[in-house]
């Protein structure tokens, strides 16, 4: 079996590997789905990993399998299983549990330990190959109507418990209805946290770096936000024009927006940090002005990472709830497609070097 692979820690290392398919039976007590992979997406963190940043391979291997952005079709299951069956489109999750409190009730998102398991990332192949198995318990169901955007159902679990997170955090403050919303970055977390924020009645401007007129801000104005590009106009103008944000969410990939983010915020706000930045980049900042703001205003900043179980099934539902307010937006993500595990060159060169492509995917089966 074909699978796209990289030695960790070796930039530039993507290659074709060979894996034994895969059994039902590979996973204990009747609980195994074998699924057949349909299409897989890349983004940002699998980038890093190419760049030889971030990511280790499973122990016993000196390379990782990439992909954790799954969709496909159940072939097979073991007698144990019940909420999915053959023909069912499903997706997976990505982090597998390791022995923390929060890791044996299901919230291996939230793990407190240091060492995490991640399908694609670290210490787990991932999906990009032809078949996989695992149990039951990380298999999500993806309704037929939503076949179109299934590819999506991993980054859109992301931003999902990005903002579930921060509504929880925000309980603090007894009343807590975000009015407006900024949104750094304009990728694919930042697209579909800009849907979920829209869904949620929020006013959003989604802010990138790239001048209209442009797929991205299309798409954010399709959602009903307001597209800023920084060429025309910085945090801090833009905060004099509409107030200061109740709420930010980060998700550039660039830690020196992520501390600028913080001086536009407003009081009782919260910022939510998602960027994975493996690399080493130093900026200054301005610590008093920061810390002084930031306890003055009862100020809030989260980091949030990976998602479960319940932030897919939410994230598959404001998919669908997106398809009904904003029909047909969301699949224009979807630009870049590449044909078949044996593109893997196409696949990390379109990752890596095209400005045009928003979401690159690879159609691994026709199903
Ligand atoms: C993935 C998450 C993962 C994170 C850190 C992201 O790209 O979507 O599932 O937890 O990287 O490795
Ligand atoms: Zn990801």
Redesign the pocket.
Known sequence: MKAIAVKPRNPNSVHLADLPKPRVTDVPNGRGVLVKVLKVGV???DREINDGL?GNPPPGYDFLVLG??SFGIVEEVGPSVRHVKPGDYVTCT??RPGTSIFDRIGRS?ITSEET?F?RG??LLHGYLTEYYVDDAEFVVRVPPALKHLGVLS??MS?ADKAIQQVYEAQKRLLVWEPKIAYVTGAGQIGLLVTLILRLRGVEVFTIARGAKPSLKAEIAEAYGATYVSTQSMSLTELAKHTGKPDLIIEATGNSAIAFEAMSVLGHNGAIVWTS?TGGQRKVEVATDSINLNWVLGNKLLLGS???NYRHFESGISDLAQGEIFYPGVTQRILTTPVNGLDNYQEMMRQLVDSKEALKVYVNVAEG
């Open positions: 983004d940002a963190t971030y954790h952005e990505v982090r998102d995490y991640e990332i670290n991993e980054p992301v994975i990472v990976n998602a």
